[in-house]
């Protein structure tokens, strides 16, 4: 499983993100004319140490997207709890070893009128032996 499906499936799955955004969790882009809120998400490989097991570091990104600010807030809230300190060890590669937030933006779009917020987090991920 990629790490942008484990993404997926925990924040649709997760109660409080689940409850805010159901399964509106989509890769880079929201669909044109989205039921909001709803979560976009970018994962972006950062640093690989190779030794007998073959890390990688990754960089996740995930946006939240509202109506309105007030909106938004409870959703980067419930991403935040449901991500933070995050890890699935068990099935196939890549095994999630831990997941930590590192930074936070506001953000507004204004051709749609949307609010949001930006949480970056930082991921370790183990892959197969090379």
């Given at each position: 499983?990629?790490?942008?499906?484990?993404?997926?499936?925990?924040?649709?799955?997760?109660?409080?993100?689940?409850?805010?955004?159901?399964?509106?969790?989509?890769?880079?882009?929201?669909?044109?004319?989205?039921?909001?809120?709803?979560?976009?998400?970018?994962?972006?490989?950062?640093?690989t140490?190779?030794?007998?097991?073959?890390?990688?570091?990754?960089?996740?990104?995930?946006?939240?997207?509202?109506?309105?600010?007030?909106?938004?807030?409870?959703?980067?809230?419930?991403?935040?709890?449901?991500?933070?300190?995050?890890t699935k060890?068990?099935?196939?590669?890549?095994?999630l070893?831990?997941?930590?937030?590192?930074?936070?933006?506001?953000?507004?779009?204004?051709?749609?009128?949307?609010?949001?917020?930006?949480?970056?987090?930082?991921?370790?991920?183990?892959?197969?032996?090379?």
């Open positions: 499983m990629a790490l942008g499906e484990l993404i997926f499936e925990r924040l649709t799955t997760y109660p409080a993100t689940a409850a805010l955004i159901a399964t509106r969790c989509y890769p880079v882009l929201l669909p044109q004319e989205p039921t909001l809120p709803a979560v976009t998400y970018d994962v972006r490989n950062s640093n140490n190779e030794g007998q097991v073959f890390f990688t570091q990754v960089v996740v990104q995930v946006n939240c997207w509202a109506v309105t600010y007030a909106g938004v807030v409870p959703v980067s809230e419930a991403v935040k709890a449901a991500l933070r300190q995050y060890k068990e099935g196939t590669p890549p095994a070893i831990s997941m930590n937030d590192e930074n936070e933006a506001d953000l507004y779009d204004p051709e749609t009128g949307l609010h949001g917020r930006s949480v970056e987090f930082m991921a370790w991920v183990v892959e197969a032996s090379p």
